[in-house]
């Protein structure tokens, strides 16, 4: 064969080459975001409208992300703050609402100390995607009634809920679950005091 047919040949075999390293390297990346973003991941597809843009955008999360400086509480600090999210929960029996406005407070609060920014939400929300995955959506979530509990919108239950979505986000910045108390658990312990004071009450 000619010269120029080999060259030709060569051509095709690198082009070949480097279409397989390329889908093998955006192949890994994929993999990659969907480890640290989980459900985040197939959230960001849907809302961008396809596999390219969210991608991009999630590693320009990583990357903004990055540049914080990330601290672990003192034992001081989660010792304080597990204290007031006990008032925060104990409050809700009797002002759901000011509890819900409470715990988004704390979460906050928490988030500044250990170093994330916290001025705007859907900042909030780029951060802990990537240090806690698992519960982003329930941040959204509790946000959402949070705002609605504000235009007196959430019964009592959504609240509840609310709450309880905080805890999880709460619990996992403070690197910690058994001492930070569940909501149901403080209605229960509540419910059965107000049923016992009743009972007294007709006796």
């Known amino acids: 064969m000619s010269t120029w047919v080999w060259i ?30 989980g459900r985040e991941y197939d959230r960001t ?10 991608e ?20 001081e600090s989660r010792e304080r703050y597990v204290r007031r999210w006990q008032s925060t929960q104990a409050r809700f029996v009797d002002d759901p609402t000011a509890a819900v406005a409470e715990a988004d407070q704390l979460v906050q609060e928490v988030m500044q100390e250990r170093g994330y920014p916290t001025k705007d939400f859907e ?9 806690h995955p698992g519960v982003v959506e329930k941040y959204r979530t509790a946000d959402g009634i ?8 959430a019964t009592t239950e959504d609240m509840r809920h609310s709450v309880r979505h905080y805890r999880a986000l709460f619990a996992e910045l403070l690197e910690t679950d058994d001492d930070v108390e569940n909501v149901d658990d ?14 007294e009450r007709l006796r």
Do not use: C, Y
């Open 146 to 153: 949070a705002r609605a509990s504000e235009r007196g919108e």
């Open 56 to 75: 991009q955008e999630l590693l320009d999360r990583k990357k903004q992300h990055e540049q914080l400086d990330i601290r672990p509480l003192s034992p």
């Open 186 to 199: 403080v209605s229960s312990r509540d419910d059965g005091r107000v049923e016992a004071k009743n009972v």
């Open 45 to 54: 597809v849907e809302q961008a409208g396809g596999r390219r843009a969210a």
């Open 8 to 37: 030709v040949i060569a051509a095709v075999v690198v082009v070949v080459l480097v279409a397989i390293v390329w889908s093998a390297l955006r192949a890994k990346r994929r993999r990659q975001l969907q480890d640290t973003f």
């Open 123 to 131: 900042r909030r929300v780029s951060d802990i995607s990537i240090d």
